[in-house]
């Protein structure tokens, strides 16, 4: 019987050499698209084969599942409270998306007993190994809990729109996690763009600022067009990469996908989801004990 144990746990431990992609899709302000890009760049990853999920962390106002027309029951919170596991909160979405319904007020995460903190480091750390990537919606703006998503996860993806309080929050958001927290790496999709030439003139733009104030590197991983199919697929609450694959919106959101999925895979240990939970657990109580 401890031979079977011992197997398990080994054959588990080979599993979990891979690491996961930790992506947090952010962005300085509300109403530039980003939410609606995470469910669309998610399924356009699980379309080509790579095994998905989705943690809507808007904690305030989660709609990733109105966007697909789900309305939950459970939310982390119940998995917090050991009420359930992840598995019987997670849904599932097209092509095989996992989403897993946020908790509602990052504070509570900061108030965990060690107990619960265990619980739900385990419960994401179950999962990790039937995952490649863990995309990580957060709320708009620059809160402190958005911060925190954005800290704990590998990769950070700033959405902005042709707006010039999309560019101006989108900087201040770059500037917070780089002077505070060292940060130096960003990577930034344009959306809501009337073509491919005006998405990189605003990329150029941002860039133009940080390069002179910042110590950080912006990496364009491309330009999403605004398009009326992306609207109509909103409101029949069904993603655009699904409704209508061959509009110019899905188009450019796969070829985001195949750059995503092409991004060099870091092996180090926060690769793996139950450190990025352990982040945040970390960064929440630094926060409340301020």
């Keep these: 019987m401890h031979n079977q144990v011992d197997q398990a746990a080994g054959l588990r431990k080979m599993k979990k050499m891979k690491p ?42 989660a709609n990733v599942d109105i966007l697909l027309g789900m309305y939950p029951k459970f939310n982390l919170s119940h998995v917090l409270s050991g009420d359930k596991t992840l598995d019987e909160i997670m849904l599932n979405g097209p092509s095989g998306l996992k989403i897993i319904p946020g908790a509602s007020g990052i504070q509570k995460m900061a108030e965990l007993t060690t107990i619960e903190q265990a619980a739900i ?10 995952l490649d990537v863990l995309i990580v919606d957060t ?19 700033v ?28 990577h930034v999709i344009c959306n809501m ?35 009326e199919y992306l609207r109509k697929s909103v409101q029949k609450q069904n993603p655009v990469v699904v409704a209508f694959p061959g509009c110019q919106a899905a188009q450019a959101i796969k070829g985001i996908a195949g750059k995503i999925d092409h991004w060099p895979l870091k092996s180090q240990a926060g690769g793996y989801i139950e450190f990025f939970i352990e982040k945040m657990l970390q960064y929440g109580a630094e926060e409340y004990a301020a």
């Design 159 to 186: 959405v902005v729109c042709d707006e010039p309080t999309s560019l101006t929050d989108a900087y201040a958001f770059i500037k917070l996690l780089n002077r505070d927290y060292g940060l130096s790496h960003f």
């Design 193 to 227: 763009v009337q073509s491919v030439q005006q998405g990189m003139a605003l990329f150029q733009k941002l860039t133009k600022v940080t390069s002179h104030y910042l110590d950080v590197t912006l990496q364009f991983d491309g330009a999403v067009p605004y398009d």
């Design 20 to 61: 996961v992609r930790v992506i947090a899709i952010t962005s300085g302000k509300g109403g530039v698209g980003k939410t609606n890009l995470s469910v669309n760049i998610g399924i356009a990853l699980a379309d080509m084969g790579r095994r998905v999920a989705l943690l809507d962390a808007d904690m305030g106002l």
């Design 139 to 157: 709320a708009a703006g620059i809160s402190s809990s958005v911060v925190n998503f954005a800290r704990a996860c590998q990769e950070i993806v």
């Design 121 to 130: 480091v385990r419960a994401f750390s179950d999962i990790d190994a039937d």
